[in-house]
């Protein structure tokens, strides 16, 4: 050891100097700024680098550039210990409410960018970095910068236009520039529309001078570069050594030790794979390993330079060397393009990628092909090189290297005119995914000529680790490049890359046509620049070239227009108008306060679960004695500690058990939990109980479930007419079957609560993140055997909810009181993400059969479905959400003859639940696949057939309701003339007829969502109002907010009802103690029925008032108030409300189920790559009819956001489980939800004029969840693109394209000569990795 040696941890937070002394290796910079600093600011979202919620900037100085670098890093995996001698710069550190936001902060939060606000504070800081380094980025370069957030809410646009407003493009013209207004071509306005949700001349100008100096300290010394630092942890030693020598040393001593750079590998593996690492070395200071050389070969880079660094590198050199030298580099840098997020490139290093040895890194593939040649070195062997070949990765996660040897560089070589050099990858997701498969392609010629010389290929994705199909390479040396060579490659690359089915990752015949898509794009890209070079002789057609062609996406556009307040509206009035959510600035400076933001309680305790390992068994025994010697732990809970009942249901008493006692009916469900003085101690003891169990044989899917005739209750039926006469007298009947896929929340804020017993008459409080505080409450005091009034659950906000937290948030909050109630203590939980997937269950699957009859002009006049919905292990909501299912399955359309017929499946999965529809998009789902039937029988399009079906004013549904101001046709024939429909069918047309390749598709589709809840108890609200001495008021009522605006919306209710500023009105929270026998937040009623409860609390107070009003007509508001409390009238007033006039009677098939309707149209046009099955929106046009809209921000805001929601649910999340119900997709790592790329590039969004809706408050009408469903426009416009592609292919007529319409299923379904390669195995003749639910 050569360095000054300091066990010291020294860096600034936020300009204020840290010093650890004794700093954990294991402890991350998110957890020691959230518990040790208490800066909350910064989120945890998933722990695993997927989400972009911990986002915070970190700056170094360089001493060898002398510049001050700023970087945006994921704090969830960033180790403490690699912070010394940095500066990391959190939310609160750039701006706050108090002091002044930030102008990031204040443009998000103006452009309505923050709904929950979870994911604000991460997006704030990955701009803000963006904005340090570069002050005016360009367009690209700012909508790039988000890839590796995540915000479940929004649906990005409005970030993206608030960020927008920084970029060079945008120009003083400010909302009014041109380049901003040409979203929609089609748009003649009229007078009273507003397309201005967000003044943007009203933001504060940026002002680089403002921003915080990075601390002299850290750059006056090189001391925090040249030190070796030690710090010793509880489990782990942590060395970062400064010199080469220093390096190989540690090695030598600790061969099993770890290197960290990034630690995006090493940290997903200790957190979720529970890998111990019990010393870990820092090479990120050695001279040797950082460097970067240009050598006659190539660019040698050290190995712990970091993605980012390599991406710079490798453009300065394709500027800077001739074309033919620098192909690889292209190929990396395209890579690179779609390698995660910026967070996780500017932290990872090149090696980790490299020593890692994933089956399916990025880079691995194209190092191999290129032959790229690292240098390695040990104490014991000196250095050496190696070129990466075929023999370098000798198994799974094994490589080439000793134990001892590390890698020092890694030399990616020039390339010359007769080299080729391709890179391909797809994944579920473009931006921030991992591959399904990849590839690195290289080709040498023999000079002048198109003779091979040698081929690479290296696949990633096929096989335990990244492979080179060796026998393909060795026999087409000699060969033409020609297109002969194209089938016979294809040929032996099947033989070359065998997958079995059932192969881990599944989808193995996609996999397999994968491998020679890519080869076929390369074959086409090369065989195009032979031509140019009068190298070959064989023309590559016109209609061929767009499959060469890279990934591009145009800079988003946007338009949104909505109706302006009538001109004699008072100024003070709030309704109508597009004001901010009443949180959105908090949210953007972090100070908003989440359930794990709040200061620990004294003797607070963490509970860890003890989960179910297994889908179905008997309990044998638990075993607790190893984790209650553990340290830290105070105790194991289980069902017999309740005190009081041990089961609850959320719509039938007893539906499932708190404590799993003698059965497990799913994995993850509770058995246990251990409580100990902190998270880790709970988490690791709980890892440490030990369940024996007598495994029985479980039921997974709905098929199963149906074989085995395994149902919740009977079926159900819903139906008009005569569907059996109608289906006889139908011109055409056809039959068919559908599926819809299940969804996983994804609220950024996972489950939390913290319950804390009060210690008298059995008392306690709860503060949990739900959408249901009333039935916490009563399910709380059934178990602790205490009356409802002793319970006080209390919610201020939640980070999204979106029906996950309506019931199945009681699992989690319940046994945690029982904990705090046995212990007498605090008790905190917040799920960790891959926890929260696993235990709270999902949108429900559904599978529908269905016989449906239509006559030749394309009139459906029957329809007969049986559907069935996968409920998981308990009943939970799971009727409630068929019936929703069965009220929809005729969308908006008029079916004379329609008999739906629900079944609720019983299997033993997780309970399926509550999600934004509720059963709906699945019941519509099924009747839009119907329509794509016909059309596709007839051979006419699908939207003449929704055209000739859709309901008229005074048309009554199946269940017998009334249309009643029914705006489906009104939507339709707007969204027709707004989106420019017919002009573009033909430009589309065109297209597909001069591409075989890329196809693109265009489609309308309608919806029509019911209001009301179907319980009809549920449909009833109640609110406090108070007003103060000072005039201020306080208003609470029986609504949760979760990023849907419900206060904000609220307090302008209340504002007009009192006729007081909004500004005088506060909500602070909802409470069991305040407004009691609430209702869930959900079905998308939460304005109608809170507000009309706030109308009539305001009403009492200003009954009360007049007279005072009266006697002192010139007054103030806050005179009244004054003389109303000197004459002793009261203030305080509550408001209830329930919904008249409805009512549906299963039993009779006769009443009123919903309210009313609300009604949208949206037109996508989508272009998919026939050969990858990738995807872009290149357009969606909305229009929706909200009445008279209570906040168009807020309402066009649900629907953008239930749209990209809805999006995710059709075309890219799909679960997966194995056969024997074992989860796994349990982060975003192998979850994909929509993320800022996958938006349409055009997203237009108009809401209906003139609608009006006497049924709820102020003429308006809910808007949560009916949007979701105008996002299956994408889908059906990819299924038309597909038939375009399967026709050139000769396949004509129906196909079957399930949802999500992943790329896998856009692929396969465009069947053609590639995947006739690989016909699928015959079911049941394997196990298969993953189940259809
Ligand atoms: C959210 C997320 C997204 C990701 N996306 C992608 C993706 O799109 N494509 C992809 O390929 N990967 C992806 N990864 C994986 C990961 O980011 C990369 O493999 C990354 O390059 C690892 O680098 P690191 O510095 O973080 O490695 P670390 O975690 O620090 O180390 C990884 C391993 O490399 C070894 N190592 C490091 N340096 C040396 C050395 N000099 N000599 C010998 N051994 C060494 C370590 O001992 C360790 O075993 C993703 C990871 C996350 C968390
Ligand atoms: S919490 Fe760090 S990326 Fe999700
Ligand atoms: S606002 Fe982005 S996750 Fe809720």
Redesign the pocket.
């Known amino acids: 050891m050569t360095g000054d040696m300091s066990s010291e941890l020294v860096f600034y937070v936020n300009g204020i100097k840290v010093v650890e002394e004794n700093a954990e290796p294991e402890t991350t910079l998110l957890q020691f700024l959230r518990q040790k600093l208490g800066l909350t600011g910064t989120k945890l979202g998933c722990g ?3 989400c972009g919620a911990c986002t915070v900037m970190v700056s170094r100085f360089d001493h060898y550039s002398k510049k001050i670098c700023h970087f945006s890093v994921n704090a969830c ?1 960033a180790p403490l210990c690699s912070m010394h001698g940095m500066a990391v710069t959190t939310v609160e550190g750039i701006g706050s409410v108090k002091n002044g936001l930030h102008p990031v902060q204040e443009r998000l939060a103006k452009s309505h960018g923050s709904q929950c606000g979870f994911c604000t504070p991460g997006i704030i800081m990955s701009m803000y970095t963006l904005l340090r380094n570069d002050p005016q980025p360009t367009i690209e370069h700012m909508e790039k910068a988000f890839e590796g957030n995540l915000c479940r809410c929004t649906g990005y646009r409005p970030i993206l236009d608030g960020f927008r407003t920084f970029t060079k493009e945008y120009c003083a013209m400010g909302e009014n520039c041109c380049k901003n207004k040409n979203g929609n071509n089609n748009l003649q306005l009229e007078d009273g529309v507003g397309t201005d949700l967000v003044k943007t001349k009203a933001f504060l100008p940026l002002d680089a001078t403002q921003d915080p100096i990075f601390p002299p300290e850290l750059q006056n010394s090189a001391k925090f570069d040249t030190d070796y630092l030690i710090y010793r942890g509880e489990r782990v030693v942590w060395h970062r050594p400064t010199k080469l020598d220093e390096l190989l040393d540690l090695k030598s001593t600790y061969p099993d030790a ?11 593996e200790m957190k979720f794979k529970n890998m111990k690492y019990p010393v870990m070395i820092a ?1 990120t200071h050695i001279p040797e ?1 950082v460097d970067i050389t240009h050598t006659d070969l190539g660019i040698r880079f050290g ?2 330079v970091t ?1 980012s660094r390599i991406d710079q590198e490798l453009k300065e050199a394709i500027a800077k060397y001739s074309e033919p030298k620098t192909r690889v580099f292209t190929a990396v840098i395209e890579m690179l393009r ?4 910026y967070q ?1 490139r500017n ?7 490299i ?2 040895a ?1 089956p ?4 691995n593939p194209l190092f191999l092909a290129c032959g790229a040649v690292l240098e390695v070195q040990s104490k014991e062997s000196g250095r050496r090189q190696i070129t990466m070949d075929e023999k370098f990765f000798l198994g799974y996660r094994k490589t080439a ?1 000793t134990s001892t ?3 020092i560089n890694i030399l990616l070589p020039f390339t010359s005119k007769n080299e080729y050099f391709g890179g391909y990858k797809q994944a579920y997701r473009r931006e ?4 399904t498969v990849n590839s690195g392609i290289y080709v040498v010629f023999e000079d002048n000529s198109n003779v091979i010389k040698k081929l690479s290929l290296a696949y990633g994705g096929m096989a335990i680790t990244t492979i080179m199909p060796t026998r393909t390479m060795a026999a087409v040396v000699g060969r033409k490049w020609d297109d002969s060579l194209v089938m016979d490659i294809c040929h032996l690359l099947a033989d070359d890359l065998p997958l079995q089915p059932g192969s881990p990752g599944g989808m193995v015949e996609y996999r397999r046509t994968l491998t020679i898509s890519f080869f076929f794009k390369f074959y086409l890209s090369v065989q195009m620049q032979l031509q140019s070079m009068h190298l070959s002789k064989t023309k590559v057609p016109s209609y061929l070239h767009s499959a060469t062609a890279p990934f591009h996406r145009d800079p988003s556009k946007s338009t949104q227009i909505y109706q302006e307040v009538a001109s004699g509206q008072l100024e003070e009035d709030p309704v109508g108008r597009p004001i901010n959510h009443l949180s959105a600035m908090k949210q953007a400076t972090g100070e908003a306060v989440y359930i794990d933001d709040m200061p620990k309680f004294q003797n607070e305790l963490y509970m860890g679960f003890v989960m179910s390992k297994k889908a179905y068994a008997n309990i044998k025994s638990v075993d607790a004695s190893e984790a209650l010697s553990m340290p830290g732990v105070v105790d194991y809970i289980s069902h017999v500690d309740v005190p009081g009942k041990n089961t609850w249901g959320a719509a039938l008493p007893d539906d499932e058990e708190i404590f799993a006692t003698t059965q497990v009916l799913c994995e993850g469900q509770i058995i246990g939990g251990i409580v100990a003085e902190t998270q880790i101690q709970a988490q690791r003891a709980a890892k440490c109980v030990k369940v024996e169990y007598e495994e029985l044989k479980p039921i997974i899917t709905i098929k199963e479930a149906i074989e085995a005739g395994s149902f919740f209750g009977s079926p159900q039926k819903i139906s008009c007419g005569d569907v059996e006469a109608a289906l006889q007298q139908a011109d055409h009947v056809i039959e068919g079957e559908c599926h819809v896929g299940g969804q996983e929340h994804f609220y950024l804020e996972t489950q939390a609560v913290i319950a804390i017993p009060k210690g008298e008459d059995g008392e306690m409080e709860m503060f949990i993140s739900t959408q249901n505080p009333t039935e916490s409450q009563h399910v709380t005091a059934e178990a602790l055997n205490v009356p409802a009034n002793r319970i006080v659950v209390r919610v201020k906000r939640i980070g999204g909810g979106f029906g996950g937290k309506e019931t199945r948030s009681v699992k989690i909050s319940t046994p945690v009181a029982i904990a705090a109630n046995k212990l007498g203590r605090p008790v905190r939980v917040m799920l960790d993400r891959d926890e929260d997937m696993l235990m709270t269950g999902t949108r429900h699957p559904f599978y529908a059969k269905y016989k449906i009859g239509f006559m030749d002009g394309g009139k459906i006049t029957a329809l007969e479905i049986n559907i069935y919905n996968n409920a998981g292990m308990s009943q939970d909501l799971s009727w409630a959400v068929m019936h929703r299912a069965m009220f929809h399955s005729d969308n908006a359309y008029k079916i004379p003859n329609l008999s739906t017929t629900g079944h609720v499946c019983r299997t033993n999965i997780s309970s399926n639940t509550a999600f934004r529809g509720f059963g709906g998009p699945q019941g519509m789902m099924v009747v839009e696949q119907c329509i794509t039937d016909v059309a596709y029988t007839l051979g006419v399009s699908p939207v003449k057939v929704r055209e000739l079906n859709l309901y008229q004013e005074g048309d009554r549904t199946h269940y017998g309701q009334l249309l009643e101001h029914c705006t489906v046709q009104r939507c339709w024939d707007e969204c027709l003339n707004q989106s420019d429909y017919f002009r573009r069918k033909k430009e589309v047309d065109i297209f597909n007829s001069e591409n075989r390749w890329k196809k693109r598709g265009i489609t309308i589709v309608p919806t029509k969502f019911g209001i009301a809840y179907t319980a009809l108890f549920l449909n009833q609200a109640g609110a406090l109002v108070h007003i103060y001495m000072d005039g201020s008021v306080l208003l609470t009522h029986a609504g949760v907010e979760m990023g849907q605006g419900l206060h904000t919306k609220m307090i302008q209710v209340a504002s007009r009802a009192l006729r007081i500023p909004a500004s005088k009105i506060h909500t602070s929270e909802v409470g069991t103690n305040t407004v009691p026998n609430t209702s869930a937040t959900a079905a998308s009623c939460g304005s109608d029925l809170n507000g009309m409860a706030v109308i009539n609390a305001c009403k009492t107070l200003l009954e009360r008032l007049e007279p005072i009003m009266l006697e002192n007509p010139k007054g103030t508001w806050e005179d009244w108030i004054k003389s109303a409390y000197i004459n002793r009238i009261s203030l305080s007033a509550t408001g209830f409300y329930k919904t008249p006039g409805i009512g549906y009677d299963f039993n009779t098939g006769k009443g009123r189920p919903f309210n009313y309707f609300t009604s949208g149209v949206a037109c996508s046009e989508v272009e998919i790559d026939c050969l990858t099955g990738d995807h872009q929106v290149l357009r969606t046009d909305i229009v929706m009819d909200v009445g008279v809209s209570l906040n168009p921000a807020i309402d066009i805001g649900q629907i953008e956001g239930g749209f990209t929601q809805g999006y995710g649910l059709m075309m890219m999340e799909q679960q997966k489980i194995s056969p024997k119900g074992i989860l796994y997709t349990r982060g975003p ?1 192998n979850y994909k939800i929509p993320g800022f790329g996958d938006i349409p590039v055009q997203f237009n969004v108009t809401l209906l004029k003139g609608s009006v809706n006497e049924k709820a408050v102020y003429s308006s009408k809910a808007i949560g969840e009916p949007p979701l469903f105008l996002s299956s426009s994408v889908f059906f416009a990819a299924k038309d693109a597909i038939a375009s592609a399967r026709a050139d292919a000769g396949h004509h007529g129906n196909f079957i394209l399930p949802s999500p319409a992943t790329p896998e299923r856009v692929r396969m379904a465009c069947e053609d000569q590639f995947t006739d390669l690989f016909p699928k195995a015959k079911e049941g003749t394997f196990t298969p990795w993953f189940v259809e639910l």
């Open positions: 695993e680098g997927g995996l770890r290197l960290v750079v990034g630690n995006t590998e090493i940290g997903v090479p390993l190995a712990s993605l779609w390698f995660a997020g996780i932290v990872a290093a090149v090696a980790g990628n020593i890692t994933s399916i890194s990025d880079l290297l040897e590390v890698v921030d995914d991992i591959a790592g």
